[in-house]
């Protein structure tokens, strides 16, 4: 099976940089993902990370560390808008086909 | 409109009651799956398909089933609803090998 381990709440100020942390537990492990939500709406696709490295989109950043069945998400420039949930999420090869598999999400609240 | 369209957004039935929540896209994705959340678990997978001719059991499928009407129609049927059942439902899709799922905007369901 699978299992992914992140942080249940992260703090901030408007402005500063925040990182949530990710780490994995899984056979077949082909890329890790990252989903933010806000408020009970839809998950939206943030960035996937196949390989090992940081990938850079805008405020957002996704690293990998596949040796340490790790990663992370970076958020720089922190804004209000910024509060919402974020979820890991791994796909790995399960029975011969690819699922994306969730985190249990990560809870940001940027403070002014 | 939008590509992953789930109706009901909002239900509220009563325990034993057969319930049937409905989840249509326009993405022309082959893959669609039902995912539940509940409060600090994070995105649950109940069933996916792959395909028209294909459904799999999810992490949780005890007490739902399913029917893939046709590529685009993916429905999820709660045949004796119960209160632990009470949560907020996703459909998803994605194409293939693609790296990011897109999702409806979830139905609310409250059972009593």
């Known amino acids: 099976g699978q299992s992914l381990e992140q942080p249940s709440e992260v703090t901030a100020v408007e402005g500063a940089i925040v990182q949530i942390n990710c780490t994995y537990q899984?056979?077949?492990?082909?890329?890790l993902s990252w989903y933010q939500q806000h408020d009970g709406g839809a998950p939206t696709f943030l960035s996937y990370?196949?390989?090992?490295g940081l990938e850079e989109t805008g405020r957002f950043s996704s690293f990998l560390s596949r040796s340490d069945s790790y990663g992370y998400l970076l958020l720089q420039e922190l804004q209000m808008k910024d509060s919402a949930s974020y979820f890991c999420a791994v796909r790995d090869r399960t029975g011969g086909s690819y699922i994306p598999t969730f985190g249990r999400g990560t809870s940001l609240i940027v403070h002014p | 409109d939008a590509d992953v369209t789930q109706t009901p957004r909002n239900r509220i039935t009563k325990t034993g009651k057969r319930i049937m929540l409905e989840c249509s896209q326009t993405?022309?994705?082959?893959?669609m799956y039902w995912y539940r959340q509940d409060p600090g678990l994070g995105l649950r997978l109940i069933y996916y398909?792959?395909?028209?001719?294909?459904?799999n059991k999810g992490e949780i499928s005890d007490g739902y089933s399913v029917s893939r009407q046709a590529q685009a129609k993916f429905s999820l049927s709660l045949e004796s609803a119960i209160p632990n059942q009470t949560a907020l439902y996703f459909c998803?899709?994605?194409?293939?090998?693609?790296?990011?799922?897109?999702f409806g905007q979830g139905t609310r369901l409250t059972v009593v």
């Open positions: 398909s792959f395909d028209v001719k294909d459904i």
């Open positions: 899984t056979s077949g492990f082909y890329g």
């Open positions: 993405k022309g994705h082959d893959r």
């Open positions: 990370n196949a390989l090992d």
């Open positions: 998803a899709t994605s194409d293939g090998l693609s790296t990011e799922a897109f």
